[in-house]
């Protein structure tokens, strides 16, 4: 079992907890706020995690999966934790560099990266039904560019997967996404984000 303290927190989201692998510092341990409570939604997406891994052999915009491992606060999932390559920090959300009053990236260039991500996960036939700022990382790189990786809410609830087998139904989900999240403006989906996530802030 691995033994986790909070100064390995990092974050939440609705539903899970975030911490630091307390052996390796490039894995984030996901934990279920609730123990008890049963989401569909969370095995579904490590069910897709799995399926996706499987066919894809690059899929550097998203985090990897690493399977369950057992720790004193309960089951967790372990992914990819994504860091900086200038600091080696934890790299920060789209929704945390929005919220910034001087944001050392503009908007225009986030929403440059974001078509990059949805291009991808369309060229790989991958749906992210919560493609949104707050599941988003700006990974920083060497030449201080940045690079969008998803961290989280990908899968979709199809009973026929068509949005799998086909770009073009995978290009007509993504474009549905960025339109309910107003994701063309980063003021209004800073708005989308702020109203979603009010409790927690």
């Not at 372990?78 to 860091?83: E, H, K, M, N, T």
Request: charged share 30%; with cysteine.
């Amino acid at each position: 079992m691995i033994k986790i303290d909070e100064n390995k927190y990092i974050g939440r989201g609705q539903f899970q907890k975030c911490y630091v692998h307390p052996e390796n510092e490039n894995i984030c341990l996901k934990i279920k706020v609730d123990p008890n409570h049963v989401d569909p939604r969370v095995d579904r997406e490590i069910k897709y995690y799995k399926k996706i891994q499987k066919k894809a052999a690059n899929l550097s915009f998203l985090a990897k999966y690493h399977g369950e491992v057992e720790t004193n606060l309960g089951m967790a999932s372990a992914f990819d934790l994504i860091r900086d390559e200038t600091t080696n920090n934890v790299s920060l959300s789209l929704y945390s560099y929005l919220r910034m009053e001087k944001s050392p990236f503009s908007h225009e260039l986030f929403i440059a990266e974001l078509e990059k991500l949805k291009q991808k996960l369309i060229q790989n036939k991958i749906v992210a039904r919560d493609l949104s700022g707050a599941n988003i990382c700006c990974k920083i790189l060497k030449d201080n560019s940045i690079e969008m990786v998803l961290i989280d809410g990908v899968g979709h609830t199809n009973v026929i997967p068509l949005v799998e087998w086909f770009r073009r139904f995978t290009k007509r989900k993504m474009d549905k996404v960025f339109m309910e999240k107003n994701m063309h403006s980063m003021q209004e989906h800073l708005a989308y984000l702020n109203l979603r996530f009010e409790k927690y802030l």
